[in-house]
């Protein structure tokens, strides 16, 4: 899974945060901004993702209001 794909598509719809690649090969991550954009990256995580991504399932969780953002930007952790 590229992240780079993920942080120029985070970029592009303006949400903030950050994605990882876990060791069990599943891409683990936290996703901030307004809830038409944030609903935006979720679709998008679903359904296109990278190039050579394959999805099978995706898992949203913890999903809340935020009265500020937590982050500046989109990164990928390592």
Known sequence: FSNQYTEEEARKL??????????????????QGPEDKVNAMKSWLSKVGSPSSRI???????????SKLDFSGFSTRY
């Open 14 to 31: 303006g949400v903030v945060g950050w994605v990882k690649n876990t060791s069990q090969g599943t891409v683990t991550g936290q996703v």
């Open 56 to 66: 099978d399932r995706t898992n949203f969780s913890n999903e809340k209001e935020i």
